[in-house]
């Protein structure tokens, strides 16, 4: 359960790292300008850009349910809900 943990909780800093890069490529901009001025100077984009870059849990989690290694896929799940309280946050109250 630790690895799925460890693995849901890094996974979206790659996916915030792929959303940007991609992003930056798409709109013929840098990645530090997706950082810097998208994602923090805009707070109304913050919670998703989050949400988005959490989707590349669902690559892990998968891999894990195929590979019947059940308590890694909780782990995933678990690192999900602790994202939870911060997507709303920025959602709502920031």
Request: proline share 4%.
């Amino acid at each position: 359960m630790l690895l799925g943990i460890t693995l849901g909780m890094l996974s979206p800093v790659l996916g915030f790292v792929l959303y940007g890069l991609f992003w930056g490529h798409y709109n013929n901009r840098t990645f530090s300008y997706f950082v810097n001025d998208i994602f923090f100077g805009t707070p109304v984009f913050q919670s998703s850009i989050v949400s988005l870059s959490l989707l590349i849990n669902l690559l892990p989690f998968f891999l894990f349910i195929r590979k019947e290694r059940y308590h890694s896929a909780r782990g995933v799940l678990a690192a999900l809900f602790i994202y939870v309280p911060l997507v709303i946050y920025l959602r709502f109250y920031y």
